[in-house]
T-cell receptor
Framework: DAKTTQPNSMESNEEEPVHLPCNHSTISGTDYIHWYRQLPSQGPEYVIH???SNVNNRMASLAIAEDRKSSTLILHRATLRDAAVYYC????????????FGTGTRLTVIP | DAGVIQSPRHEVTEMGQEVTLRCKPISGHDYLFWYRQTMMRGLELLIYFNNNVPIDDSGMPEDRFSAKMPNASFSTLKIQPSEPRDSAVYFCASSWTAAENQPQHFGDGTRLSIL
């Protein structure tokens, strides 16, 4: 499985933007970049995914570097409900959505 | 949309007992996944099905673990006999096939404690 590297933890003030980085230097041409998050005592929740172009949805934005070796998940305005573990995952589009969850980044939102 | 439904939410049983975890995927989803989450190992994929057929069970830890999907709306993960080291949160997820990767939708999990 292609690996990703994320900081173990980050903090953000409430209502401030948050930029969660992810390095994936061994990404292949067919790998999508997925982001999931896991709130306390819940199952992981899909956030966003992309291949080459930046992506936006109601939850977040995904900025993908031109060489695709890194990406950044952007939460435009952090709320207390965004406190979670965020996972950056590479998924092969030719496969069956076989996702490898690493250790993720634990985001703490400070009121 | 009811989402992925898992039962029970919590299970506490004694070592050696049979444990059965249940999952109802989202209607219309062709893929079903079973994961296990522990503090030590994080979230691990155990097995996944496509159209009710097991495709990859390489993550199943031992022969004590078995999973079935008798129809498109139901799957079970069985542990027999159970051991204390099986204590974990077990998640079921489902996804829809499409040309692009489709997101996996997870249930709320079953917290299993083996005494």
């Amino acid at each position: 499985d292609a690996k990703t590297t994320q900081p173990n933890s980050m903090e953000s003030n409430e209502e401030e933007p948050v930029h969660l980085p992810c390095n994936h230097s061994t990404i292949s041409g067919t790998d999508y970049i997925h982001w999931y998050r896991q709130l306390p005592s819940q199952g992981p929740e899909y956030v966003i995914h992309g291949l080459t172009s930046n992506v936006n949805n109601r939850m977040a934005s995904l900025a993908i570097a031109e060489d695709r070796k890194s990406s950044t998940l952007i939460l435009h305005r952090a709320t207390l409900r965004d406190a979670a573990v965020y996972y950056c995952i590479l998924g092969d589009q030719t496969g069956a959505n076989n996702l490898f969850f690493g250790t993720g980044t634990r985001l703490t939102v400070i009121p | 949309d009811a989402g992925v439904i898992q039962s029970p939410r919590h299970e506490v049983t004694e070592m050696g007992q049979e444990v059965t975890l249940r999952c109802k995927p989202i209607s219309g989803h062709d893929y079903l996944f079973w994961y296990r989450q522990t503090m030590m190992r994080g979230l691990e994929l155990l097995i996944y099905f496509n159209n009710n057929v097991p495709i990859d069970d390489s993550g199943m830890p031992e022969d004590r673990f078995s999973a079935k999907m008798p129809n498109a709306s139901f799957s079970t993960l069985k542990i027999q006999p159970s051991e204390p080291r099986d204590s974990a949160v077990y998640f079921c997820a489902s996804s829809w096939t499409a040309a692009e990767n489709q997101p996996q939708h997870f249930g709320d999990g079953t917290r299993l404690s083996i005494l």
